[in-house]
């Protein structure tokens, strides 16, 4: 199998610039996930009195991992509600084999 070189990528996010390796090559990924990070400390920075940009950055480390437990509890019990559902079905398919 054949490896994508590592590419260097520039992003700048909240006023810094920063290099950031990519090891699968996909370069549009990172600077979106870069803009992301931006726009959300920019709008935490909007939303709060502190000018501080590391405090900026924990805070929108804060509310993204909100968003990424809530996803994940909200995955979680869907994985759930399917596999319920999914053993019920099987359940009324066997059901219906052993009629016939």
Known sequence: MEQTPAQTVRVEIYNQTYN???NDGDTEYIEQLASFVDARMREIAAGSLTVDSLKVAILTALHIADE???????RDHLDS?????????????DQVLRTR
């Open 20 to 22: 950031i390796r990519s």
């Open 68 to 74: 990424l437990h809530k996803l994940r509890k909200d």
């Open 81 to 93: 509600q399917f596999a319920a559902r999914s053993a019920e079905c099987a359940e009324v398919l």
